[in-house]
């Protein structure tokens, strides 16, 4: 059974930097896409940041270009989402995601392409 456990979430300052993480357990890291998104109470999911598996390729949202990387550390079968330059409205609960389904880095930023779900992490950024 694949499950996705976020972590490092909190409290920073405007401008501060945070690095979430994802463990994946149930299915090797490597071989599924894997996102992360954000979402605001009473908004939809917010794509950030997609790895694919199918070509390899980074994708990044227009909200989050610039100021996050997404890495994999296929020993310790983990995801991480470093973030830097927040700003308040980067305020949300951040959800990791998988999906086995081929799917390029670009076509995968919305959430009903995954199937697999963390419980989320919250970031606060305060003015």
């Known amino acids: 059974q694949v499950q996705l456990a976020e972590s490092g979430g909190g409290s920073v300052q405007t401008g501060g930097s945070l690095r979430l993480s994802c463990a994946v357990t149930?299915?090797?890291?490597?071989?599924?896409?894997l996102a992360w998104f954000r979402q605001i109470p009473g908004k939809e999911r917010e794509g950030l940041a997609v790895?694919?598996?199918?070509?390899?390729?980074?994708y990044y949202g227009a909200s989050v270009k610039g100021r996050c990387a997404i890495s994999l550390d296929n020993d310790k079968n983990t995801m991480y989402l470093q973030m830097n330059s927040l700003k308040p409205e980067d305020t949300a609960t951040y959800f990791c995601a998988a999906d086995p389904r081929p799917k390029s880095a670009v076509s995968g930023v919305t959430a009903n392409q995954y199937m697999y779900w963390g419980q989320g992490t919250q970031v606060t950024v305060s003015a």
């Open positions: 149930g299915v090797g890291a490597r071989t599924v896409s």
């Open positions: 790895l694919s598996a199918f070509d390899g390729g980074e």
